[in-house]
């Protein structure tokens, strides 16, 4: 894993001539490396570990209603915190739900978030990226330092204010953590670019006067895929951790939903009369899937690293 | 910041007396703490005032820099015993795993260590007061030792939250020195040093560790801002008054003076821990010295 | 003593009391009311308890009144010494008299500030700082006598001058006090008038006949204040009358005390040497806390998060029988609710059962849909109590033609009210009512408290929590009445106004009950608010804890406690 402030490791190219031939041997080259790379990646124990984890989750999130034994939204408080039985397999939680459907069905709402604003990061971040690292000079001076104040604003304090300001749904959860961690995306973006813009086929590029958005989408950006698609299996990590701490504090995804960080902050209180399993079982949920999305990134990361 | 905090939808008078007060009263708030004057000049009134070192008055009547320093000592206190056990636990731990590469141990724990990673820190804090607070009955179930405590009591009370810390910190910290350490292990002037005769543990000491440490300097330096955030949680179970529950209840009380000066602070925290590891990093690391900044 | 020795004696009583208080001699004696009530209503109006005690017996029909549940405030035997720590919910809000909102700040006002009436357990005004107290004859003005020789903390001596600023100061609506509300249309500024050191009149804007609540802990804001208040003043010391000198004061920590050596109530000394307040943030913190030790006395818990301690056996729980309720109201002006069949079919639709004995775990009773909550003596118990009826709640609405509607819900994240939240969700599905939740913080819910910029006062479909007061008045008033503050169901009916009112005048337990019934089957008729439950005040302490006082509007009177003996 990459630490949250430093650029990942960049995807090595060779130098070549300024011939069209070497650019097109460099396409070409780009491509074996990609079949290279699956190959890695189709090897790697931890890549192939990590997809089972997530894969299970995965299904869950998307047939998980139609499986579960019980439905996660029907309360019955009168039988509420009973332990585990053949009728209840997780047993039951304050309101009387049945917690191992809870368990299966809230994997939905975190497999939507936390994509989502990873992906929103991503794609922010790496717009960011390319700009700073393209350009140099004062754009990069002023983007970078709002950048950095960015960087320096803490993620749940954040997230916490605006779900005060706007009220705390999906699409606020996303919206925050896309645009938190977009600053730290483009860092490493940045850095990539900064070793690609001096390469030969982005002179190339210039004297064939292709204009400038071209050159940072078109010929940059795929050359740097390697960074961004490793910061972006990092980040789904942090990402489904920080939605489940907010969730937990009760400025994430909204009750009923059967969302784990959610189910924890419900009923860690009764704890300590002996009632572990509400909060047992969705923290392991949470918990598998974290690994499982870190172990694809370090798969990942190491496909990229040779 | 502070137009973000400015979004938050409500009336500051109304939040401090309440939903059942009279409007009349809520009027006469909001005049005295100037909350009817326009935008600019109370944006304008913030800074200048920030910059001389008073940070103004909480709308609980209390001087800002009051409602803040307090807590931020108390989470620095906190984070303080968390890396003082994590970082030489984290770098041991590397360490050892760098060393036995692809060995069980070494699975035990780089798998180990990322998995404790993995937890969410509630989780931790919910196990711990679990086990150790009431069931073994060793530790306090919160972290606020009560007042004037020896510096014993006050270890007894924060050690559980930090525990909780450490272990969100050492997977991260430990990879980082594993990785070090394998690349300064490979590395040309090892080789060169063990062909000489030295023992390992000076090679391991004197050339090893020093380029092992280079990340995980960065890494911890970085962590410390991103804890600041983490501390929110950690907090609240524990019912500890740190800038994390501090900023929390300022947010949800709409108390921007708090806010504003709050979350700049924790910024600056930050940027100079970032500094702090950028020297460091330059320190210890002749090539950078040498070499072009980056 | 025979028996005509006795009549003889009360009918010479008898004779020199008002002609309220012979109507509740009255009352007692046909027995339409228990002694209890009778020793409360008598104390309400004024009478002493020795005059009291000795009518009950001498007039006694036998105890008809249930009881409130806490057990009778004899004595325990306690050591004396030592440190009693408790813990509480932390306050939401400064700490000044005059801004106190909420269940922490109050009950650390009470720790060393004093009222002129104290509202005991079971609803019983025992006088404080006021010796004794009579209305006039319609209760339009009420006479209180000041006790003398008591002392504020720094010496200066407290008078009948002091109480007199205290109650203009909260009745003046520059000062902005939280208490205005509970004096809208009771009393204004500059209706209490001190006529010498030991006396003060309260002329009052229309006839009360609980007046004397508004005097007493209910009323939390008033303790008795030095004339002349200062906020900043006060801050540094907290210096009321009461048994407890402020030691130290830790903003969001807690609050440390130690016995006031020169406390007026011989009979009441503090027996702790010290008591230290711990604030907590969050509830399950202070269960825990209570649980570890960490605090001898944890003085409110709610049954959702509280079960683990009332499966503990390392924990006593005092329970208190109280008023303090969930609102969940509908708007009766605007669509869905705007037909009174769909709001009924909502009250129908909702498992009290599960809110009561599943959710609260038993510790709670069931409402009727209107403010009477079992607890008070006037609430009318003939009214038969709702119960969930699916077929029925079916049919209203498709009477209404509203067989399958949408509606938001809006809350906020405090107490049970999400757990309620979401079993009302679940109950009104079964007939097609879909609820979608918006609960937000308290703060976002409460918006600006006005009409037109609060979602509480807005919404269409809302839960907003209540705390116990010692008489229905309030819950009357301002959530129900036509020009009513705090009506968020906009609910405008001028024949019920009148019947709050003729409630409100009232000044005997019968005519008191006359109006409730009325007012009662009113309500469960209209349901513009369904009120499911009235929840117990709990307590927990460690086992050998004795002797702490709790009321169930929150405060925490820890001066005879200590370890049993």
Redesign the interface.
Known sequence: MTAPGQPAPAGATEIGTASPAAVGAHAADARVATKERLALLRRSKSFIAGSIIVGFWVLCAIFGELVVPKDPLASDPINDLISPSGDNWFGTDKLGRDVFSRVITGARDILIVAPLATILATVLGTALGLVTGYFRGLVDDVLSRIIEAFLALPVIIMGLLVAVALGPSKTTLIITIGVLFAPIISRTVRAAVLTERELEYVAAARLRNERTPYVLFGEILPNVMGPIIVEFTVRLGYAIFVAAGLSFLGFGIPAPAPDWGLQVADNYGVISGGFWWPVLFPSLAIATLVIGVNLIADGVASAFER | MFL??Q?????VA?????????????D??NHELGTDRPLITQYWDWISHFLTGDLGESI???PVSD?LFDPMVASAKLALLAFIIVVPLAIVGGVVAAMNEGTFRDRLISVGG??A???????WA?LF??IF??GL?LF???A?P??GASIFTQLKYLLLPSLCLVCTLFG?IA??ARAGTIEALDADYTRTAILKGLPQRTVIRRHVLRNSLL?TI??VA??A??L???L??IE????Y?GI??????A????DIPV?QSG?LL???V??VA?LIADILYSVLNPRVRLGAAE | MAKDEIQRQVDAVRAGRSELENHIIDEYRAGYIGRREFMRRGAIVGMSLPLVSFLASACGSGDKEPSTGGSPSTKANVSKGGTLRTGLQAPGSDLDPIVVNNQGALAVLSQSGEFLIFSDRELKPIPRLAESWKPNADGSKWTFKIRQGVKFQDGKPMTAQDVAATFNLHADPDAGSNALSAFKGVLSKGGAQATDDSTVVFELEAPNGNFPFNTSSDNYNLIILPKGFDNEKWSKTFAGTGPWKMEKYTPNVGVNYTRNPDYWDKTRQPLPDRNELKFYEKEEAAILGVQGGEVDVLAQFSPVNGKALLTDQNVQVIELRASQHRQLHMRTDKEPFNDKRVRQAVALLINRDNVVKGLLEGKSDYGNDSPFAPVYPSTDKSVPQRKQDVEKAKALLSEAGKSNISVELRGWNGFEMPQYAQLVQNDLKAAGIGVKLNFTDGGTYYGDAVFGKSPWLDSTFGLTEYGHRGVPNVFLDAPLKSDGTWNAAHFKNKDYDKLVNEYVAALDLQSQRTAAKKIQEMLLDEVPIVFAYFYFYLTATKPDIAGVDVSAMGHVDVSQAGTKA
């Open positions: 973000a905090a979004v938050l939808p409500g009336d109304r939040r401090v007396l309440g939903p059942f007060a009279d409007q009349a009263s809520v006469a708030l609980r009547n209390r409602v990322l998995s990673t993995a937890i969410p820190e509630f989780v919910v007061i679990l607070a009431l009955g306090p179930t919160t606020q009560p007042d991260y990879r980082m990340p960065a890494v970085t962590q801002g991103y600041i955030g983490g929110v949680i609240t179970i524990f019912n008054q994390g529950q501090t900023l929390a209840r947010a949800t009380q709409k806010l979350v924790v910024g600056i930050y940027l970032t």
